[in-house]
């Protein structure tokens, strides 16, 4: 068990007295940051919106070690089952892959509170009817959650379940999410985290470590910001430059870069350092299919990436909240 920071799956277990596993599906709904024609966006998205590898029927022939499909990479991808059926397919999954007996329900494509609240409610009452879920996590963007849909989502809140939103942030820097078109500032997400816990909302935030311009300094800033606005978790991304994106071409071009593994840990060990202890790290690395991934290509898998952060912060004698400093 890795100890130099704060652990997500610990936590699931201490909160619920098991391990708890993640079903992720696609609610159908779409982003307000993208053009009807799909187009537009964060300049890092692809459009398949975050949907769960294991939910991606067409695309289970790829492993870790295919090749760059560019045709797959550009495509876009469509719900193929129907929610009960992506919960279904998720949960037999993993229990037959993890013998898991917690789930924690995720809506985890495009931006899940982009809709009506009779619709949302909907939705959210079709999958919480599947299984007694312990967990109800809802992703989507600090500039689409008014406060009825905070309440709806409060409405779900039992002694048993928490509910979670989790925003995209990306960077604490507004002129960062400029250059991305991520259509919102920082300033808007610290309103989101101060509403959505008002409503008794739990609250995971999503940062890119390596966006064009980005060094030790703005990482440092993704922490504090984190810190600040006391969001609840987080979920470390590097950088992946997938196809049909326009940091792709950015790339292509050598505009830009990815970083390698030894500037990743250098990056993420340094974020951690700067960020408060009691915030829970959900994820360390970005885990893209490699037939849609065109860099960074040699890098290694995340349990590899675990025991190599390990083994650094612990040379280094380092751990998370180690250059914290409460204000
Ligand atoms: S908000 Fe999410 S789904 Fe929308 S463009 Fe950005 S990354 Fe893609």
Known sequence: MFTRWTNYSEYLKRRHGHSVYRIGVDGGFSC????????????????TGSVAVYQRKAESGYT???SYDAEVASGILKPQLTIREEIERGRSFLKRRYGAEGFA????????TYD?????RRKYDEALSVID?????????PDTVPDDVLSLLSSYRTERRDVWVEFGLQSADDSTLEYINRGHDTACYLDAVTRAHE??????????LGLPGEGRESFIRSAEMLNRAGSDAVKIHNLHIT?????????????????????????????????????IVERMISETPYHRLIAPRKFPDKSKFLSHLDARMTRNNTRQGDCYEKR
């Open 32 to 47: 307000p940051n993208r053009r009807s024609d799909k187009t537009g966006g964060c300049a890092f998205c692809d459009g």
């Open 64 to 66: 870790r070690l295919s």
């Open 105 to 112: 329900l995720c809506f985890q494509s495009y931006t899940n």
């Open 116 to 120: 009506t609240v009779d619709n949302l």
């Open 133 to 141: 879920f312990e967990e109800f996590i809802v992703s989507t963007r």
């Open 199 to 208: 409503h008794g909302l739990l609250v995971s935030t999503h940062i890119i």
């Open 243 to 279: 196809g049909g994106t326009e940091l792709a071409d950015e790339y292509l071009d050598g505009v830009i870069t990815a970083m390698s593994e030894e500037r990743t840990l250098e990056a993420v060990e340094l974020f951690l350092r700067h960020l408060a202890p009691e915030i």
